[in-house]
């Protein structure tokens, strides 16, 4: 009979110098950033910065509508809840700034605050209202020039249209 040997016992055959610490004599070189990812970075903060700016510029226009809702209440004084409190309005402001990302002249970027003009409307509206007026007075007083002018020379015709009659 012929011995079957057995090939799952082999024994593992190790390198030995595998086992054992050799000296490093090279170092890893430390990774350097590739051009691209640097760009690719500078455009993701360009990107993030117009975020920014875009958001405070929809926060800055939410905080106007809200002011313009509070001031419609206010003027309309037939809201139940506002009855017992006819002389106070809904909403009272104070000084109101959003974020805001400036770029500098060196090409880096400030991270600051803007100041947001609650008012701004209604001096707008008072200065238009000033303009119309001034127009309308200039031209109520240029008709009513043109007029005493025409009603002058009208005057003037009618008193000489007498004096010639009177003459006749």
Known sequence: MKKIQDTDKKPILLKVSLLQPTSVTTAIAPLQPQEEKIISERERLITQVERVNQIAGELEAAILELKAIANTLNTQKRYPFLMKQLCKN?????????????????????????????????????????????QTKKRLASQRHRKN???????????FKKVLVNKS
């Open 90 to 134: 809904i909403c009272q402001y104070f000084a109101v700034s959003v974020p805001w990302v400036k770029r500098k002249s060196d090409e880096s970027f400030i991270l600051t605050t803007r100041k947001v003009d609650l008012f701004r409307a209604e001096r707008e509206a008072t200065l238009l209202a000033q303009q119309l007026r001034q």
């Open 149 to 159: 002018k025409n009603g002058s020379e009208a005057d003037t015709k009618h008193l």
